[in-house]
């Protein structure tokens, strides 16, 4: 069992003990931790703070995701549920939505037991140094207010990022369709049956490529 805890994020494998790796009560602490430095210094308090969060194809995801949810919702904070996505997708909804944060939960190249909270500002990139040590600070002490029973957060799912993200990449600038589509390319994607699986296909057939 292992547990590696950054100003990134927080990393393990997914049962055993709280603190030796990744169980439901580390995923909680880490989760409020990080949701209550969002809703505490997001600029609009008039609002309740937004949180884009979504997961890749691992056989905990669900589970780490249901848990992040309800931490959140706890706060008072609503939550965009992308379901399953990627890492950078997660990045572009959370700008987009102008959400106050996001989590992706997902253990990049890590096996199968891993997987982990990846954590990202308002502007869809990952936090700074000093957020990082907030969030490990706050997760050690256990000091989280909670929300009442009338300001709990909402949730909504919205499961058109992965498309709107292949839409972007074909917009950009310097991607020409008709060049790639000329070279009559041929590719194998091996997508490690996660949720490269689910975008990685549609992008290449809308670039010609077979």
């Known amino acids: 069992m292992a547990l590696i805890k950054s100003i990134s994020g927080i990393r393990g494998t997914i049962g055993g003990k709280p603190g030796e790796s990744l169980t439901a ?10 949701g209550s430095i969002i809703a505490e210094t997001r600029e609009d308090k008039t609002v309740p703070a937004k949180i884009v ?8 995801g669900n589970m780490v995701s249901s ?29 987009a939505e ?4 996001g989590i992706i939960i997902t253990a990049s190249h890590n ?41 709990l957060g909402n949730v909504s799912t919205n499961e058109t ?26 590719v194998v994607v091996d997508a490690i049956n996660s949720t490269g699986a689910m975008v990685v296909p549609q992008l290449l057939k809308a670039l010609g490529v077979t």
């Open 161 to 186: 990022y992965l498309q709107k993200h292949i839409d972007l990449v074909l917009d950009y600038p310097l991607v020409d369709k008709a060049a790639i589509e000329k070279r009559g390319f041929k």
């Open 67 to 95: 848990l992040v949810v309800s931490s959140l919702v706890s706060l008072g904070v609503d939550v965009i549920d992308l379901g399953l996505s990627t890492t950078p997708t997660v990045e572009i909804a959370t700008k």
């Open 53 to 60: 969060i979504g997961r890749d194809g691992r056989i905990s």
């Open 111 to 151: 096996p199968k037991e891993w997987n982990a909270l990846k954590l990202l500002n308002g502007e869809g990139e990952f936090i700074d140094a000093a957020v990082g040590a907030e969030v490990l600070s706050r997760a050690q002490k256990e000091e989280i207010l909670f929300a009442s029973v009338e300001k």
């Open 25 to 34: 009560i580390d995923i909680v602490k880490f989760s409020t931790a990080f």
């Open 98 to 101: 102008a959400a106050n944060g």
